[in-house]
């Protein structure tokens, strides 16, 4: 018998040892402190009971099992890696709905992928081409004649399973997904997450018990009496909000070699109110998350996207409030309306107008439709139209064109970059967002001729990070660390800006006070005069407000917090969690920031959204 032959009768221990190296890749990946030990206590368990399950249950074909469960667990770890570039956490079976979108954003999905990766693939291939040869049928059917011992089998099935159980267990309580992978192993969590879902029934809260009152007292939110400051002192006028696509912070007043990347940004943001310690909200449906969080001042689920998870329940929001008040509210995006689920999202928050790519066509296109130049110069047009009825409007207008990857056409670069970042995603980043921000200044300057800039409450921000903390290598981190003046971090990366425009209100000026997406809706209903008392939110009134408490989803592990002065993140539980600090991205240890009262007053107010959510009753 040949050393192939002999090799592959061993089947058992021929797929731990490869799956083994798979398992060691995506901890070298994932985790700090990469593969270990633990490694082997974790994984090799999971590998062994559905080995054993496969030498009991199957018949003539045991090869044929092994090789679908290497190629399923091949493409587990795969995707946990593709997953953990772009996020930052490990993937759960809930990201497998959104399997469909990879092809639609392939190009942005692409470019995170390391060439090594895909050598997690090179046994399959190699496999199935020795085995399925027509002429060496013989070797299909001698694979594996030598048996497994049951009485080995049962042992070991029985002490694998024990072990599994035993990584679990001890683990369930950790409020930090990706310490919860680690100790417990990336399949052993990945099973896990199937059940744990399964009792969150028994935490949702009464309704009845989801009160304003309630939601305030956890925030630490006191509302002024006897009715706050600035409360309907834009009212009667229109209400623009524009999403700037990938857009953060630390671009306003940037300059590269002399050049201001943002200089149309940078003059709105010296004119205007500035505030510069305000934070993405968004989830798995990024930009469509960061759609739904402004406009129902509500929180994203814990691993799906609101556009999957939550569209089917009437949500109070921003639009339905204001057309009850005599607004009508019309949203703008270039890409097709079904992406993300946004032809759901859009009945349940109640636009009564939506444009997308069936009226912006696919002229001058970049990403994923027309470029930002081809989405404000229809727009504004529309803008005009509502502004010349008798009622205001509220418009949102979505740019795309600085999309992840930021591959834009090199006819649209407006400024020259240094060579070393040539051929990088940082500078691929900066040219996006330099072209966004000129595209942006033409759209504002229309806005000003053609009568409508003064007649409006303006807020521009940014929908989430755009340079992944994840996904930069050491050489791109260097890069942003000289253009921002210090290592790049978790508070950079969530930061972006929010420029409030309300004329005869705001004056020029930066605001330092903590805020999130969450508290536009109720920002803007106060600057024209409606009233919130008959609808529950979660954010706060900036212009009202100096302290902030903002729970963070997804991107950062359960129980993440920002305050007024940290970002809090847990560890396996509150006392080895790590602040960063927001003022001087300093990190501290032992959660000196953050207060164990805040930890779990977070915790709550997710669970009160979730609750809320969850018995709406179902849109018509």
């Known amino acids: ?57 199957a018949g003539k074909r045991k090869m044929l099992y092994y090789m679908i469960v290497n190629l399923l667990l091949t493409l587990l770890y795969f995707t946990v890696l593709m997953y953990y570039k772009y996020y930052g956490i490990i993937v759960t079976y809930h990201a497998l709905a959104q399997a469909g979108k990879v092809a639609q954003v392939g190009e942005s999905t692409y470019s995170l992928l390391d060439p090594y990766y895909l050598f997690i693939f090179l046994d399959i291939a190699v496999l199935a081409f020795i085995l399925f040869r027509p002429k060496h049928k013989h070797i299909q059917q001698r694979v594996g004649m030598r048996p497994v011992r049951k009485t080995g089998l049962t042992i070991m099935f029985i002490v694998s399973s024990l072990l599994c159980l035993l990584n679990i267990w001890p683990n369930r309580a950790s409020m930090n997904e990706n310490k919860q992978a680690e100790e417990m192993g990336l399949l052993n969590y990945e099973i896990y997450t199937i059940f744990a879902d399964s009792r969150k029934d028994d935490e949702t809260v009464p309704m009845a018990d989801i009160t304003q009152s309630a939601i305030d ?16 002192a834009s009212k009667g006028k229109n209400l623009i909000i524009v999403q700037m696509e990938s857009f953060q912070d630390f671009l306003i007043g940037l300059e590269i070699d002399g050049q201001e990347v943002t200089p149309n940004i940078n003059k709105l943001a010296q004119e205007n109110m500035h505030f510069n310690h305000f934070y993405t909200m968004v989830g798995q449906g990024t930009t469509s998350d960061a759609e739904y969080v402004v406009n129902t001042s509500l929180y994203v689920p814990q691993h799906e996207a609101a556009t999957d998870h939550n569209v089917d329940k009437a949500l109070p929001s921003l639009p339905k409030l204001l057309h009850a008040n005599g607004y009508t509210t019309a949203t703008f995006h270039t890409n097709d309306v079904s992406f993300w ?27 994923f439709g027309s470029s930002d130049e081809v989405l404000y110069d229809k727009t504004i047009d529309e803008l005009e139209k509502l502004d010349e009825g008798e009622q205001p409007f509220y418009a949102q207008v979505i740019s795309m064109s600085a999309h992840h990857p930021f591959n834009l056409p090199e006819s649209k670069y407006k400024m020259k970059l240094p060579e070393a970042f040539d051929d990088s995603i940082v500078g691929n980043y900066i040219h996006a967002q330099n072209y966004a921000d000129y595209a942006l200044g033409q759209f504002i300057d229309d806005l000003k001729q053609r009568g409508i800039w003064d007649d409006s409450v303006i807020l521009f921000y940014g929908d989430h990070q755009g340079l992944s903390l994840y996904s930069l290598d050491r050489d791109e981190k260097s890069l942003v660390a000289g253009m921002i003046g210090h290592e790049y971090g978790y508070t950079d990366m969530f930061r972006i800006p929010l420029i409030l425009h309300a004329p005869g209100v705001t004056t020029p000026s930066v605001r330092e006070q903590t805020g999130g997406q969450i508290d536009i809706l109720p920002t803007a209903a106060n600057l024209l ?13 900036l212009l009202n407000q100096s302290s902030n408490m903002l729970p963070m989803r997804h991107f950062l592990p359960s129980g993440s917090v920002i305050t007024d002065d940290d970002m809090f993140l847990p560890g396996i539980d509150y006392m080895d969690g790590t602040n960063y600090s927001l003022r001087d991205n300093s990190e501290t ?32």
């Open 341 to 367: 689920n946004r032809t759901e999202l859009y009945k349940a928050v109640g636009w009564d107008h939506y444009y997308d790519k069936s009226f912006y066509g696919d002229e001058d296109h970049i990403a």
């Open 1 to 57: 018998m040949s050393p192939l032959m002999r090799l592959l009768n061993r089947r058992f221990f021929y797929f731990t040892l490869i799956l083994l190296v798979k398992g060691i890749l995506a901890w070298s990946v994932v985790f700090d402190e990469g593969p270990s030990w633990m490694t082997l206590v974790t994984e090799i368990p999971f590998f062994w009971v559905v080995f054993c399950l496969i030498e009991w249950l």
């Open 529 to 541: 005069g409606v009233s919130l008392k008959d609808q529950i939110y979660f954010g706060q009134d």
């Open 589 to 620: 240890e032992h959660a000196e920031g953050a207060t164990e009262d805040q930890y779990n007053r977070t915790l709550k107010l997710l669970n009160l959204s979730d609750s809320y959510v969850s018995q709406l009753p179902d849109k018509e």
């Open 217 to 232: 007292e956890l925030k630490g939110t006191v509302q002024p009496e006897p009715q706050p400051q600035y409360f309907g």
